[in-house]
């Protein structure tokens, strides 16, 4: 199983930027998908999570309002759209999966699978 994700950039502060991240592989099966961030000198954060077959969705409190997670069982990719960005946005985001429920979401120890990152850069 591989997840690529993909969409990030440069945009100045109260932009926006959507990132699709894919998911490839005969065996892949997961419960749930999450994004996830990690900024220079910080440990790795759990952005948004959503329930693949449920569509349920967890969203960490500093991007409730901004940020809304989807995806799309056919193409097998969940999306994270992204508005209102700030610079305290800027981080490297990864999406990962997870194939069992966990009541852990915000865990990255909790993930099977990860994409390797799409650098996001918010200019003031």
């Known amino acids: 199983v591989q997840l690529q994700a993909s969409g990030g950039g440069l945009v100045q502060a109260e932009g926006s930027l959507r990132l699709p991240c894919a998911a490839s592989?005969?065996?892949?099966?997961?419960?749930?998908m999450g994004w996830f961030r990690q900024a220079p000198g910080k440990e790795r954060e759990f952005v948004a999570g959503?329930?693949?077959?449920?569509?349920?969705?967890h969203y960490q409190d500093s991007v409730k309002a901004r940020f809304t997670i989807s995806r799309d069982v056919v193409k097998r990719t969940v999306y994270l759209e992204m508005n209102t960005l700030k610079p305290e946005d800027t981080a490297v985001y990864y999406c990962?999966?997870?194939?069992?429920?966990?009541?852990?979401?915000?865990?990255?120890?909790?993930?099977?699978?990860w994409g390797r990152g799409t650098q996001v850069t918010v200019s003031s």
């Open positions: 959503i329930v693949w077959n449920g569509g349920y969705t």
């Open positions: 990962a999966g997870r194939r069992a429920y966990s009541v852990r979401y915000y865990d990255p120890g909790e993930y099977d699978y």
């Open positions: 592989g005969r065996t892949f099966s997961a419960y749930y």
